[in-house]
């Protein structure tokens, strides 16, 4: 122990004093360290949500009303014969939100069992539920029984939605659980128990960039890799993984001790960034253990009131090859 401290400190000031320079694909695997739909008749999504990749872009990605509107190149992911339940029925919720995210509320009706009926709504009633929605946030919650069938998705939504007189914006907050069965169609959406709430915001994991990074490997380490996923940016899709991929990296991983450096803001064209530097003592089930080293890249809107949602994770250049840093 007093030796892996001893590194760590040396890691740190190397660390700290430069950035670096190597991309990872950022999550936990042994080489590469780094890695929400309401009932319709409640407001949630319309702005595209897919993470931006170059400062550059973001100006032309901007649309009237001062709501970020961005492109999203990925279609939604489907899971997959390999995956358990929890991370399909999790995929399931996530692909939901993207779509209505993204106004394909066709895609989204149908994810509802039996074309859309489960959702208790005509498609026209269902679309019309989210006609004031701007873009939604979606935070998984824990869940403790993961392996059951139907699937139970607790969920954390904030919604930026138009106010009545079509002259502002506002945010509101839902609570609740989706319920996630395998269909002859697939996964599909049967029920929802989806309700207004209040709570801070941004939510207090993600409201400062060495906060977002602390609680995102105390997630890690409480299995909540669900919760996790979603301080990615757009649904998790920043992380280029699936969730089922993204879980199973960290399958052989018993513990991460993360350091946190300063981190590093700078504004452009209606974001904020921020480079946070770290170096992450991985603890693998055999007991054996490997270090890592670089920086999350992290990214909030400057847009208000698209702050309210907080920081998420944008990029990541982690790696193991520590030397010299």
């Known amino acids: 122990m007093k030796k892996l401290a001893v590194l760590l400190v040396i890691l740190a000031v190397a660390l700290f004093g430069c950035s670096g320079s190597r991309a990872s694909t950022a999550h936990a695997q042994t080489t590469s360290h780094t890695g929400s739909a309401t009932q319709a008749t409640s407001p949630a999504g319309t702005a595209p949500s897919t ?16 709501t970020t509107r961005q492109t999203s190149s990925a279609a939604a992911i489907q899971p997959s014969q390999s995956e358990t ?6 995929q399931t919720v996530l692909n939901y939100y993207g779509d209505i995210n993204q106004r394909e ?3 989204a009706y149908d994810t509802w069992a039996g074309n859309g009926a489960a959702s208790g709504q005509t498609f026209k009633q269902f679309k019309q539920g989210y006609a004031n929605t701007v873009q939604v946030s979606v935070l998984i919650g824990p869940s403790s029984a993961q392996n059951t069938a139907p699937v139970k998705v607790p969920v954390r939504l904030i919604s930026v939605v138009n106010r ?11 609570r609740g659980s989706y319920t996630v069965r395998h269909t ?17 915001l941004p939510p207090t994991e993600l409201s400062a960039p060495r906060r977002l990074v602390q609680s995102y490997y105390l997630e890690i380490n409480r299995r909540h890799f669900a919760r996790a996923y979603t301080f990615w940016e757009d649904l998790g899709k920043a992380s280029k993984q699936t969730f089922a991929r993204f879980e199973q990296g960290f399958a052989t991983t018993e513990h991460d001790a993360v350091k946190v450096g300063k981190p590093r803001v700078q504004g452009a064209a209606g974001s904020f960034y921020a480079n946070v530097p770290v170096v992450i003592v991985a603890t693998n089930n055999n007991q054996t253990k490997q270090t890592f080293c670089g920086s999350y890249i992290l990214r909030k809107s400057d847009v208000p009131p698209f702050g309210k949602f907080g920081w998420r994770i944008y990029s990541a250049k982690i790696s193991q090859n520590c030397a010299g840093r």
């Open 51 to 66: 993470s931006v990749r170059s400062a550059r872009t973001l100006a032309a990605m901007m649309q009237q009303g001062g």
């Open 184 to 200: 002859a169609q697939g996964w599909r959406l049967s029920n929802a128990s989806i309700a207004r709430s209040n709570g801070k």
């Open 164 to 174: 009545s007189n079509g002259a502002s914006q506002g945010v509101q907050q839902y």
């Open 105 to 107: 509320y066709k895609k």
């Open 85 to 90: 339940n929890w991370e399909a029925a999790v």
